[in-house]
């Protein structure tokens, strides 16, 4: 009987080579670093999101390393049992820190991966209302999977009533708000947009919320540490203070497995929100703790994470890369992050070229639908502060060669 069920899914696996929709794994045999060893090959990276260098950094891989002979390999528990270790802890009050010039009274829980973060966040705020209470949520059209997955199990859970807004579009969300009768509102947004690179304009989605009464949850996972005059995120960007009331209505999800180098994720919020996260978020209370060794090396990482000169060589390299990059037919996406899109269209196009930065070893990936709008196919180019000047016009040199013989 099990041969119905393997058929069918070799059918629909078919199906998505057919549409050149299948994705395959490359597997890496070093560290994160520009150049790699990828399936035996030594390979000139641009796809990693470790944008300031530190995921091989030996300061890390010496304080986890500490870590790992203080505390052990794992964790024993959920944090809600016997995981939460010391670190832990340590890392919640320093990771709030960070976000405590902009939230007031600001409180952080860290969590396992950004997608657990987001979950637990977003069911947990939506839930427990009230009788005959539901939350409205107003989703960005261009957010990442898991705030996606996040509003829909809120809708499924806790029968949140959800509209999805167009991408920047604030006069449709304001239109969509000013409709609501609901006394609970949530707009959920990625800070910096993953496939595009471009900024959510926080200063005005605040402004909403505050106007027409909503909290405001910020995905900034590929900001923190990046964006902002000292890495702060989106928030710090945004010039959000904590003086002002309406930042008390923000719910932060910052990244560790992005700048920071090792992995995690953080939720950062007024206390009384992320008292009730601790509460009811349900992918922190039933999960096993992340190791404690993660958190002592997460530690080390905001240690270097505040040194600007990282930030400083990564800007430059997107710099260069804007000035001297020249395209024909393709167009480069506008971004001043470290994400860096070239739209080329087609599916099959983009993998082409991609392919064929393959065969030079230089390995950027060709990004497409579902993960991006049908015929929006795209290289995704992402700096590191590790690259140098010589790598990219490498890579700047294939791709002008590549588009010149298309």
Same mark, same amino acid.
């Given at each position: 009987? *099990?041969?119905?069920?393997?058929?069918?899914?070799?059918?629909?696996?078919?199906?998505?080579?057919?549409?050149?929709?299948?994705?395959?794994?490359?597997?890496?045999?070093?560290?994160?670093?520009?150049?790699?060893?990828?399936?035996?090959?030594?390979?000139?990276?641009?796809?990693?999101?470790?944008? +300031?260098?530190?995921?091989?950094?030996?300061?890390?891989?010496?304080?986890?390393?500490?870590?790992? $002979?203080? !505390?052990?390999?794992?964790?024993?528990?959920?944090?809600?049992? #016997?995981?939460?270790?010391?670190?832990?802890?340590?890392?919640?009050?320093?990771?709030?820190?960070?976000? *405590?010039? !902009?939230?007031?009274?600001?409180?952080? &829980?860290?969590?396992?991966?950004?997608?657990?973060?987001?979950?637990?966040?977003?069911?947990?705020?939506?839930?427990?209302?009230?009788?005959?209470?539901?939350?409205?949520?107003?989703?960005?059209?261009?957010?990442?999977?898991?705030?996606?997955?996040?509003?829909?199990?809120?809708?499924?859970?806790?029968?949140?009533?959800?509209?999805? !807004? =167009?991408?920047?579009?604030? #006069?449709?969300?304001?239109?969509?708000?000013?409709?609501?009768?609901?006394?609970?509102?949530?707009?959920?947004? %990625?800070?910096? !947009?993953?496939?595009?690179?471009? &900024?959510?304009?926080?200063?005005?989605? +605040?402004?909403?919320? %505050?106007?027409?009464?909503?909290?405001? &949850?910020?995905?900034?996972?590929?900001?923190?540490?990046?964006?902002?005059?000292?890495?702060?995120?989106?928030?710090?960007?945004?010039?959000?203070?904590?003086?002002?009331?309406?930042?008390?209505?923000?719910?932060?999800?910052?990244?560790?497995?992005?700048?920071?180098?090792? #992995?995690?994720?953080?939720?950062?919020?007024?206390?009384? +929100?992320?008292?009730?996260?601790?509460?009811?978020?349900?992918?922190?209370?039933?999960?096993?703790?992340?190791? =404690?060794?993660?958190?002592?090396?997460?530690?080390?990482?905001?240690? +270097?994470?505040?040194?600007?000169?990282?930030?400083?060589?990564?800007?430059?390299?997107?710099?260069?890369?804007?000035?001297?990059?020249?395209?024909?037919?393709?167009?480069?996406?506008?971004?001043?992050? *470290?994400?860096?899109?070239?739209?080329?269209?087609?599916?099959?196009?983009?993998?082409?070229?991609? $392919?064929? &930065?393959?065969?030079?070893?230089?390995?950027?990936?060709?990004?497409?639908?579902?993960?991006?709008?049908?015929?929006? *196919?795209?290289?995704?180019?992402?700096?590191?502060?590790?690259?140098?000047?010589?790598?990219?016009?490498?890579?700047? $040199?294939?791709?002008?060669?590549?588009?010149?013989?298309?």
């Amino acid at each position: 009987m *099990a041969l119905k069920y393997i058929n069918h899914f070799n059918h629909l696996l078919d199906d998505l080579e057919q549409r050149s929709l299948k994705r395959t794994l490359k597997i890496c045999d070093s560290a994160s670093a520009p150049v790699m060893t990828i399936d035996g090959q030594a390979m000139l990276t641009f796809c990693s999101n470790d944008y +300031l260098g530190l995921a091989n950094h030996p300061e890390l891989a010496k304080a986890i390393t500490e870590g790992l $002979q203080r !505390f052990g390999s794992g964790s024993g528990a959920s944090h809600m049992i #016997s995981g939460h270790h010391r670190p832990h802890d340590v890392l919640e009050k320093a990771l709030a820190k960070t976000q *405590a010039a !902009f939230i007031p009274e600001v409180h952080a &829980l860290f969590f396992s991966t950004g997608y657990m973060a987001n979950l637990a966040a977003i069911t947990a705020i939506s839930g427990s209302l009230g009788s005959n209470q539901v939350m409205s949520i107003y989703s960005e059209e261009l957010n990442h999977a898991s705030l996606i997955d996040g509003v829909r199990l809120a809708s499924k859970q806790n029968q949140a009533k959800v509209q999805v !807004f =167009p991408h920047q579009n604030l #006069s449709a969300l304001e239109q969509l708000l000013a409709k609501d009768t609901n006394q609970f509102k949530l707009i959920v947004t %990625d800070g910096v !947009f993953s496939m595009d690179g471009d &900024l959510a304009k926080v200063t005005e989605l +605040l402004k909403l919320a %505050d106007q027409y009464d909503a909290l405001i &949850l910020v995905d900034d996972a590929h900001g923190f540490g990046v964006v902002g005059q000292h890495g702060g995120g989106i928030l710090e960007h945004a010039d959000i203070r904590n003086t002002d009331e309406a930042a008390a209505r923000i719910i932060y999800i910052g990244t560790l497995g992005k700048a920071a180098g090792i #992995s995690g994720a953080f939720i950062a919020a007024h206390k009384t +929100l992320i008292e009730w996260i601790t509460q009811k978020g349900r992918s922190y209370i039933y999960t096993t703790a992340s190791p =404690p060794a993660m958190a002592h090396g997460l530690l080390k990482s905001l240690e +270097l994470m505040s040194d600007d000169s990282y930030r400083a060589s990564l800007n430059k390299n997107i710099q260069h890369w804007k000035k001297t990059l020249r395209l024909n037919k393709w167009s480069l996406m506008p971004s001043d992050t *470290a994400i860096q899109p070239i739209m080329i269209g087609k599916t099959e196009d983009a993998l082409q070229v991609a $392919q064929q &930065l393959y065969q030079k070893n230089i390995w950027v990936p060709a990004i497409r639908p579902p993960t991006v709008p049908a015929d929006t *196919a795209r290289l995704r180019i992402t700096f590191s502060a590790s690259h140098t000047t010589e790598q990219i016009d490498h890579l700047i $040199q294939a791709l002008m060669e590549i588009e010149h013989d298309l």
